[in-house]
């Protein structure tokens, strides 16, 4: 099973990207996915997540500009990022519990910068 994402790229601030994981292999079941994002030097910290059932949760500094999204039926992860800041500048990374175990992808990079 492998998890590849993509979407990133250099943005200018108050722009928009959507990121996009997409799980591929034997696939039997999807439960909670999740994004998280590491800035240069610091930890990876979730910063967005969805459960099987669609249920939602964001860290506060990204509530009303990025939405966590899947398609079940693509077995598909997505983020919608609006209103970008330079803060928001990091490696971005796509977590899924695949068939029971915790996978990731390799990360995508986020650049806000004017």
């Known amino acids: 099973v492998q998890l590849q994402a993509s979407g990133g790229g250099l943005v200018q601030p108050g722009g928009s990207l959507r990121l996009s994981c997409a799980a591929s292999g034997s696939i039997f079941s999807i439960n909670a996915m999740g994004w998280y994002r590491q800035a240069h030097g610091n930890q990876r910290d979730m910063v967005a997540g969805?459960?099987?059932?669609?249920?939602?949760y964001y860290i506060d500094s990204v509530k009303g500009r990025f939405t966590i999204s899947r398609d079940n039926a693509k077995n598909t992860l997505y983020l919608q990022m609006n209103s970008l800041k330079p803060e928001d500048t990091a490696v971005y990374y796509c977590?899924?519990?695949?068939?029971?175990?915790?996978?990731w992808g390799k990360g995508t990079l986020v650049t806000v910068s004017s």
């Open positions: 977590n899924g519990v695949i068939n029971g175990m915790e996978s």
């Open positions: 969805i459960t099987s059932g669609g249920s939602t």
